[in-house]
């Protein structure tokens, strides 16, 4: 495998102002590809900074990619550092490049400016791409240090939109292995538990197998295997081997076989089912109902949800009895469970789902802080679970939703299973 | 000022599966206390790449960050290396760090297993910080190749929420220059509208001000500005008298002076003035009672809320007119209006606030993806908004809900002004 160092320039992520998702998507289409990244570096807009850097990754990487630094302002040095560094003469002017300047800026009706110009200025080592959807060329510098620099402009969608031409550009000119990525979503089981559950066979893995463990409140725990050798037919083959032994093991923990969340699970549930769903929510105070609609197409499937945060609403709008309340308390099996089918009873839906906790920052006199009771409804009656978390409630907001939707999925499934 | 590198391990963020956000919220809070980030840089869960590079950062920064490669898993190999780098003799267990992972399991109703309690066991050249909200320690290892490393943990809540006691640890270990830095919270208006509002006021800071913009489609924009130098008191008068200057411009635009969010303004105006408040949600699913929902104390006047999806639970729960649906259509100021009237009524609250719009992925016979009808009602009366939005799904309903706080918010404080 050929490997790659994505470099972002540009004094806006060092001060923690921008966030940098360029690099993932590079990483992403790159990986895809069979370009493995060793490393990802931030430096900000210094000429020596930026010169020590490319030619130190460049002697050690075969591709380095830069984003960043090629705007037409003072700050954007990245340019005249590519022209020393290459040892250009100076610089050309790139026709396609300045077509494409003109066309970019009549559409906006906009003059010429002379930055707008100099903009297709190259330096004369470079190679050039035509950046279609901004001012700003993609330079390729071959034979740079040992490695090629592919430099692309830092705006997000210029930068995504060069990648399909950058692959294009390195599957030509480098030969590359094929990497094979599967990812099996799990939940309810928590990280530690899950590694011990599955030793056995991560142990016995082959040596170009690696299982890596990506853990999210909202989604639970992502598992992505990768093979890192071998023919594309003969990796689907072991893959599938593999991830059938997996999925043995770990039964109806999982919940997806490839990226998904528990929302999009629920709704293909609901949606192949022809069911239909709604949510009455205390604890969670919407965030079940923001999951769902999260997911484009919802309204095929999601009829709607009452956030009950005061009593009186859970009484008056869920008609959950006052002497339910009285007697188990807010946080309980019973007010659950008849908010489960007051919700269920007043959007007319297949089946619901409900929450009663205390997301903190305090419990009270019958419950401690992260205690949360979940009640599902369907045409086949109605069940409650109770499940204890800590005392951080952001978080406990997260892992009360997603449990509800795990815990949902398990209730629906068990009646389709019937 | 003093220099630092932030160094994220682990292969999730190499091949573009996670995105690192942890980098740039510890690159606020240094930026703030007087740290220089000079660079970021991403590498694998690979021995000799942890090593090397955290040597040669080590050396030429005075503070080294690492997030990531803590967790109990076979991958996460970072505390083995910094054993290594730092000539531990052997591993020693952290009561205090162990105390906390017996919390943490029996709170979660969890057996303590063997690879939970090695999560205790620090190199015995290390320092311990207590993760207060999770099972791996933040360990200090200090005058390691001329610099100070700190390892924190890759989860997001835990490495952002180790960041106070991380700042303490250095404003107590160096020598930081005093930095003044002040938010101001602005909604309503595009960055380069801004900009060019408080362009005169900008171009004349004095040579040792900054100010930045920090846009966020939640909050709006932060505004902080920030004074490099100086004695700490006269640089609180000065600030004071830019800022004075600034909110002048900005008049309700600005939602809060201070670091502070739209929904958290919103409560300390309920509270304050002893109001509640209820939320109708249509194309905002949820987010809305969400955001509500996510300040600590918001049962205290936040009621309750009906997402309503479904037409049949628009018109069923929140007692929207059919006729008014027929003749208006579902996006339309009438329907937001009795949106908002229905679930005042229905809750029993002072205000209410209600939203129905096309998020995406596409727009309806009528009106464009992107478009929002916000209602707000309230004892003297009901208002009415429409705003356009983009073709972004995710992002629409994050800016239909801050849209919606933020015509809520002024809608109220007109009332209380009267």
Known sequence: MINACICTIGDEILIGQVVDTNSSHLAVALEEAGVRITRMVSIGDEREEIAQTLRKELSRSTIVITTGGLGPTKDDITKGVLAELSGSKGYVEHAGQLEMIRKILAFRGLDMLPNNRAQALVPDKAEVIVNQLGTAPIMVFRNLFGGTLYALPGVPHEAVGAIPALVEDIRAHQALTHICHRNIMVYGIAESALSQLIAPWEDALPEDMHLAYLPNPLTGIRLRLSIYSG?????????????????????????????????????????????????????????IAHL?????????????????????????????????????????????????????????????????GLAGPSGDENNPVGTVWIGAAGPHGTQTVRYQFRNDRKRNIERFAASALDFLRRFVLADLNR
Do not use: W
């Open 231 to 287: 023919e594309e037919g003969e990796q689907h083959a072991r893959m599938e081997k593999q991830l059938s032994q997996l999925k043995a093991i770990l039964g109806d923990k999982v919940y997806a076989d490839g990226d998904s969340t528990l929302e999009e699970t629920l709704g293909e549930i609901f949606k192949t089912n022809n069911l239909t769903v709604s949510a009455a929510e205390s604890c969670t105070g919407g965030e």
């Open 292 to 356: 769902f609609t999260s997911v484009p197409g919802s309204s095929n499937y999601f009829l709607g949800s009452v956030t009950s945060y005061a009593i009186s609403v859970k009484e008056n709008v869920l008609g959950v009895p006052a002497d339910v309340i009285r007697e188990h308390g807010v946080v309980s099996s019973e007010v659950a469970a008849a908010m489960a089918e007051g919700v269920r009873r007043l959007t007319g839906s297949d089946y619901s789902v409900a929450t009663t």
